[in-house]
């Protein structure tokens, strides 16, 4: 299990991460979410022991990451693929990682095959894609045999067919009792792939739980001849309205609340209906785009 309590980093007058807290259970997969400069890299090298926290504590099975007597043999690390020797091969990468680990050289060939590598494993790193480096990079993680993955844009440069593949890689990883927390700018391959989300946003956690409860609909969606009044006239009537970027407005009431404070006001109605729920798309702005505080 991954715990994060209280956790802030400041460079100089600068806070990257200011007192970010979440859990990651076994059986899971968090998608970590945030846009550029959010924090999110920042929380996890101090997840991983690259970067001292400020303040807060970050543990992995009850113990800080540079605690751990073998990390490698407790958690999969995954934070740059390109982080690896271009002049050595495939196989001589894993083994020399095997070996740090103090894990079966059969095991080198195991991880070959499970991501797909078996027939480069002789070729130099530097001659592999964004796509073989990055299935190199998830076979040193799991090589250790670990029970917590912690993974960086793991599906970067990979095509549609290795996308599919690392999915379920991780989703049996998870249904084995494993813990993985990954980060991902592809949203689709996200909602597809995660049951849980953290969300980042100006170094603050903005969104921490199920992905199928943080997607539920809620409330009314309503489009009207004037969306300007039609807004006004749903907070004058003690509604809370949230304008969307299609001009449309989602209100916390039922339908026929909206329709008899819209129908009072005058407001010409085009649309009413019940809120399907926004997309992770939707949510992920929704969440991200405020300010940042002062």
Known sequence: MIT???????????TAV?????TVRPGSITGFLGPNGAGKSTTLRMLTGLTPPTSGLATIDDRRYVDLPNPGRVVGVMLDAAAQHPGRTGRETLLLNAGLLGAPKARVDEMLEAVGLSHAAKRRVGQYSLGMRQR?????????????????EPANGMDPEGIRWMRGLLQDFAARGGTVILSSHLLGEVQATVDRLVVIGNGRIVADGPLDQLLAGSGTLVRGLDPAGLADALSAAGLQPESL????????ATPEQVGRAAAAAGQILLELRQS??????????QLTSAPAAA
């Open 4 to 14: 994060v309590e209280n956790l802030t980093k400041r460079y100089g007058s600068t």
């Open 18 to 22: 200011q007192d970010v807290s979440f």
């Open 136 to 152: 190199l990079g998830i076979a040193s993680a799991l090589l250790g045999d670990p029970a917590v993955l912690i993974l960086d």
């Open 245 to 252: 970027p299609d001009g449309s407005v989602r209100v916390d």
């Open 276 to 285: 399907d729920g926004a997309g992770l798309e939707d949510l992920f702005f």
